[in-house]
């Protein structure tokens, strides 16, 4: 295969990361692919941008929460200088604009491979009900709120302690109604409504990351448990993991909902009962962990926007252990610098 | 001391502080400016100096520079 | 030779912060020259700042984009022009001009349909509080009234007994559509009985017959499945009437509520992005309504949309009057126009477009209005480039909500003027003076001033 350049967004590997640098690191494994990465950023900082085993090449991107336009003006920029084969987005936020202007890639010559709209919004978190029955499994008891008052009636209604979670990003825990009030207030500023407030069950949380192809069958998915999280619940530790019954479900997610493209699945598992909790239309950032056990989700995924052969999903054993650790990489200001006044680094 | 004679100026519009580490980015009149003030020069002659460079009114220029001392002492520059 | 002058920016660097698109002229700045091809600079220098402009070809446009999308689907579709969004009469005129019949709240707005030339029977009268004159008058002119609450039924059992004839009348319904807040203070709730109990009363009193059915479930809904929940339970409780009291449903009203292209605060995605177009609202109502009607019924399928209609079509221009520094050292401008002309700056972040190219690096500002209070914020933190006095701004979309609901408050209300199709520029409310503020007053005698004193 030729070499192939492939944007990667969300490589800000902080103390909360997004997938991008686990994407590109799987993709730079697959020799088959040649990959050269281009990776997309949204701060001068994003530590991605600074990683150039992995990323060879960064621009700074308008944020796509402003015009569309400028925003593909952009990706025409980037194309044309460095030619642009294949888009991973993978931040939650920048989903939607993609989604509602994936003819325009395609006609720009960028293959995608993402979920539809309306796939999009079944994963919303006022939805999943629908899902869960769907995927034949069970939610926790849910309320979508749009004022304080229906929360503080949610809280209420579901006792205390409840999760109370924004409509695309962060969850936190409340122990107290005070606690809930101010969360919610928070959520709201940042996100807007509705805010989704539920009961906590009590069991493990095991999570699945996976592809499918849009027509009920599987690129590959993989189970793990978290053994240890930071103090943003972000995966520190982990184990994969074979549990049947949420294995069962996620395949029944891609066969019943025809998914395309990567998703996570978070969910909770009491004995044979799993709960769903979350599902993230995206590749979670420990992406890499299923790279590590032989499962190379975003190379799997590349091949198949591009209509390439590839076998079928290979299998993993559960019991490898994952560990994220620090480490640190010293350069100087001159990289920083052209991010902040070129917008291009590399 | 003349805080502003330690800044490290690029050409770029980015300026570095290594006493502080802080970094900023400038505009290219805000450059100008910053040289003359790093150079000395009051802010009459630096008004002077952009309307000799820019097309500006003096009046312009005048203000201008004092809304810019003014965001130096905010940062901690001047 | 000199070169181009931009003010002198330094921007202190902040983790989080670092996206040169934040601060680069050529993405986030947005020029706006022209209105419909007239430029901003002769329409201020002929009308003034600030200025409300609207654009005759965008309001035609979008009502008959809006009304193709339903009627294409649907085979008997009227739109109800909703008042209170916009009176002016030039607004007014152009909506029925396209077809539109008028939908009135008050007895104000139903004296300015009037006065436009519009017959009773084009008007739909709704809201809390219709006077007895106003009912009175409404039920003469053949008024469709939808009855908000079980008083107004007795009064206009009253008008029923003294004009001596049974008065058709519809029924204003609140539900629940899945849409928060819901709207319950507005006529009678379905869920819980109330309306059926209504009906029951309509039916017994012998003077009123229920010949439609009316709803709306809020304002800004982004969702279109929430109308099709609507309109799937007012058909099912229209069938309801029929088998209970025989009362046979001519038509069904689904309000308005529509969202326009306008950013609300608070949503992080852009409009173009966050906002169904108006064909998805469409689809999922007339395939609701068709899936829930008996085959061959084709009641009137009313839509009394405001927003989505006219907001795109109002611009305001202001001029910048003054640039100063917060004492945090945020960069500050104030307008000539704020919150008093923009009621739904409360609401809205605007698009705000320059009237021409300023260089140089963006700065986090605040635009403030004129008023002499705190509240007056157009946009608390918005990426500009430095900008010189007289500078003008161009705030869109204001077309709607903003003409009915601006405020008196210590400031003349401007010169609104409309860009016809034809390219001139027409006055369609002339600024205010003193005399307009003064007329209404009376000073007593004893408070005359003598000489100043
Ligand atoms: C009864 C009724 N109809 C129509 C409207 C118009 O709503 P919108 O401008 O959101 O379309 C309103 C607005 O409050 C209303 O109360």
Known sequence: MKDLAIGVSGINAVDNPGPGVGVARSLKEAEDLNARIIGLAYDAMEPGIYMDWVVDRSFIMPYPSGDGAAYFDRLAFIRDQQGLDVLIPNLDAELPLYLKRVGELKDMGIATFLPSMEQFKLRGKDKLAEVAERMDIKLPKTKVCTSLDQLIAAVDELGLPVMVKGSFYKAYAAYTTTQAVSHFHALVAEWGYPVIVQSIVSGEELNVIGVGDGAGGSLGIVGIKKISVTALGKIWTGVTIKHRPMLDAANRFIRELKWRGPFELECIVKGDDVYLIEINPRFPAWVYFATGVGVNLPARLVRHALGVDQPLAPDYEAGKLFVRYSYELVTDMVKFQQAVTRGEVG | MNRLSQLALSDEGFVFDPQTGDSFQVSETGMAVLRALKEGRSDEETAQQLVADFEVSLEEARRDCTDFRGQLKNFGLA | MKRPYEKPVINKLRSGLMNKFGWSPAYARKVRTAIDGVSVDELCGQFGSPLFVYSERTAR???????????????????????????LQAICALMHQEGSIAEVVSAMEYDKARLLGIPGEKIIFNGPHKPMAALEKAVVEGAVVNVDNLDEIVDLETVAKKLNRTVHVGMRLNLDAGIY????????????????????????????????LHCHIGTFIMDPQAYAREITKMVKFGYELREAFGFEMESYDIGG?????????????????????????????????SEALKPGDFPKLIIESGRAVIDEAGYLITSIVAAKRLADGTRAYVADGGVNLLFTAFWYKFNVELDREVGGINETSVIYGPLCMNIDAIDEGIQLPPLKRGTRLIFSPVGAYNNTQWLQFIEYRPNVVLVTESGEVEIIREAEDITDIQRRERLPKHLELKNGK
């Open chain 3, 61 to 87: 446009r979008t009502y008959r984009q809006m009304f193709n999308a339903f009627s294409t689907r649907y085979p008997n579709v009227e739109f109800g022009w909703s008042y209170k969004t916009n009176y």
């Open chain 3, 181 to 212: 807040p819901q709207w319950s203070r507005f006529g009678f709730n379905l869920e819980s009985g109330q309306a059926l109990d209504a009906a029951k009363r309509i039916a017994r009193g012998g003077r009123l017959k229920l010949n439609g």
């Open chain 3, 257 to 289: 509520g529509f969202p326009s292209k306008s950013r609300l605060k608070g949503v992080y995605l852009p409009p173009e992005v966050a906002i169904p177009g108006i064909d998805e609202f469409a689809e999922a109502i007339t395939h609701a309504f």
